[in-house]
C-alpha cells in the first residue's frame, strides 16, 4: 500500500465527525447500519452526513448497499485493517528503538 493511500484515508479520518461516523459503524460490525440511525445517533445533519459518507466511501473505508428503500452503511473492516497495518508494520525498525 502506498503512502499516499494512506495519507488520504487518514485525512479522512482525522475529521471529529468523519470519525465519529466511522467509529459508529466499526462497533456496528459486519451488518452495517442505516444511513437514518447514523444520522439519529451522531446528531448530524443529512446534508452535511451525505458529505461525510461520501468522503469516507471515497477513499475506501466504507461501503453502502441499498436494501430496498434503505441504504446501509458499512465499515471496510479490511481496508481498516491495511490502513492500520500500514502504520504499525514497520514498527521500530531501524530507528534503533524497541
Known sequence: MSIEITAKRLEALGNSSRLEIFRLLVKAGR???PVGTV????GIA?????HHLH??????L??????????ICR????????????????CCIGTGGR
Open 46 to 50: 443529512r446534508s452535511t452526513l451525505s
Open 75 to 90: 465499515a471496510d473492516y479490511d481496508v481498516m485493517d491495511e490502513t492500520v497495518g500500514f502504520l504499525v508494520s514497520e
Open 62 to 71: 466504507v461501503t453502502q448497499e441499498r436494501q430496498g428503500t434503505v441504504l
Open 31 to 33: 451488518d452495517g447500519v
Open 55 to 60: 468522503r469516507l466511501i471515497a477513499v475506501g
Open 39 to 42: 444520522q439519529e445517533r451522531t
